[in-house]
C-alpha cells in the first residue's frame, strides 16, 4: 500500500494541500519541512491501521471503528514534529507515533463507555454498536498492540509508556470519585487533566525527540511543553463547551453541562457562589437544574457563558498556553518551533 493511501480528513487535507490542523500553518509553509512530515504522517496512517488489523473479523472491525472514524492525529504529528528537532522521522519514530495514536484511541473506547457518550467522532460510539462488554475489550485489544509495538522500541519506551498509561488511568479515577473533603475542586481538576490529556501529548513529544536523537535538553522541553498545552488544550474545551463555538464539530453547545461533566468554568462558578456571589449563585441554581429540555440548557448556557467566571477560565486556559510557549525559549528559531508556539496560540482560540 503505497505511502499516499487514502488517510483521515485531517491527514489526507495534509497530504494534498500541507493545510495542517490549526496551529501548524507555519510547517505547510515550509517548503522542505511540509512534505517531509506529510510523508511521515502518511507513513504512520498506514502502520496505524496495519497495527490495528486482526484476523478474528469481530476484532478487526471493533478496533478499526474509530480510526476509520477520522481524526487530527495531533499526537502523532507533535511526535514527528518533535523528531525534527533532532534528526527527523526515523523508523523508531514513526512507530512510537503509531505508539502514542493507539494508547490514545483505546483511552476514547473506555471513556465513551463510562461516559455513555452516543457519539465519538460524528459516529456512534462502539458501545452504542456493540455493548459496553465489546467497546471495553476493544480498547483493551488495541492497548496491547500499543503495547507490542512499544516493547520493540526498547526498556525506556516501555517505561515511558507504562508511566503514561499510569497517569491515564489515575487521571479517570480520581475524575470518577472526584476530590477529597480537604482538596480545592479547582487544582483537583487541573491534576486530572493534566493525568488525562497532559500526560500522552507530553509523552508523543518527549518520544519523538528521544528517537530522533535530540538531546536530552530537548526532550525534557517537549516533555513539558506537551504537558501544559495539553491542559490548555483542555481547559479551552471547557470553556467552548458553554460558548457556543462548538457547533462546527457536531457537539452541541451545553453537551458538558447536560451530563454534568465538571468543567472549569462551573467548578469556578461553584467556588464563587460559595464565597458569596449573588449573581454566581443565580446561575449555578440554572446550572443545577433538570437540564432535559433544551430550553432549560440554553438558559444555563446563556447565563454561564455571560457570567465573569467564563472570562476567567479563558485566562487560566490562556496562561498554560503561554507557560507552554516559555517551556520552548531555550531552542533555537526554527520552524519547528514556530510550528509548536502557534499550536500553543492556536489551542486557545479555536472555534471547534
Known sequence: MPDSLELDTATAALATSLNLPAGFAPVAQDPALGPAVSTALARVEKRLRAAIAHSDPLADTTS????????????????ILASQLGEGPVPEVLQAAVVVELTHLATLYHDDVMDSAPYRRGAPTAHEVWGNQV????GDLIFARASILVSELGPEAVKIQARTFERLVLGQLHETVGPREDEDPVEHYLS????????????????????ANAGSDVVDMMLEYGEKVG?????????IDVTGLKVKSGKSPGTDLREGVPTLPVLLLRQAAAAGDSSAASVLKLVDADLTSDEALARAVEALREHPVTAEAWTVARKWADDAKSALERLPESTVKLALTAFAEAVVDRDV
Open 64 to 79: 478499526r471503528h474509530l480510526v476509520e472514524a477520522g481524526g487530527k492525529r495531533i499526537r502523532p504529528l507533535l511526535t
Open 135 to 138: 467497546a471495553i475489550l476493544a
Open 192 to 211: 486530572v487533566i493534566a493525568d488525562k490529556t497532559g500526560s500522552l501529548i507530553a509523552t508523543s513529544g518527549q518520544l519523538g525527540a528521544m528517537f
Open 231 to 239: 491542559v490548555a488544550f483542555q481547559l479551552a474545551d471547557d470553556v
